[in-house]
């Protein structure tokens, strides 16, 4: 994983402002079984998609002004933001499948390496 929220000066995340990448949020529960279940696929699409694509895991307990701020009503919540809005979101449990079809439809086809 790319790692957990860290709030700035404001409560927000320096990720959040940084839009050099689309950001995939992460919204868990330590108590959710569903998002723990979670957990080994985002771990997989961190790497696989490294170079266009953040991940980031938050702690809705520990975070709830950011659970309000994304409107995020259910856990565990998948929130991808492209240019510092969001597009697009899967609220409860997600398969693979799922997460790569809502990937492939906000990002930019990867570049063929050159040799």
Same mark, same amino acid.
């Given at each position: ?8 000066? =404001?409560?927000?995340?320096?990720? @959040?402002?940084d839009?050099?990448? !689309?950001? $995939? /949020?992460?919204? *868990?529960?330590e #108590? ?19 170079? =266009?694509?953040?991940?980031?895991? @938050?702690?809705?307990?520990?975070? !709830?002004? $950011? /659970?309000?701020? *994304?409107?995020? #009503? ?34 930019p ?7």
């Open positions: 994983m790319s790692g957990r929220f860290g709030a700035g000066p =404001r409560g927000e995340d320096q990720s @959040v402002r839009a050099s990448l !689309p950001l $995939l /949020v992460f919204f *868990f529960r #108590t959710s079984g569903p998002a723990r279940r979670m957990e080994s696929l985002l771990a997989h699409i961190t790497r696989k998609e490294r170079g =266009r694509l953040k991940v980031k895991r @938050v702690n809705a307990d520990d975070h !709830p002004r $950011l /659970v309000k701020k *994304f409107g995020v #009503t259910q856990i565990p919540t998948l929130v991808l933001v492209i240019d510092r809005r969001v597009a697009d979101r899967i609220s409860g449990r997600a398969s693979m499948p799922q997460i790569e079809r809502l990937l492939e439809e906000h990002l086809l990867e570049e063929p390496a050159v040799a």
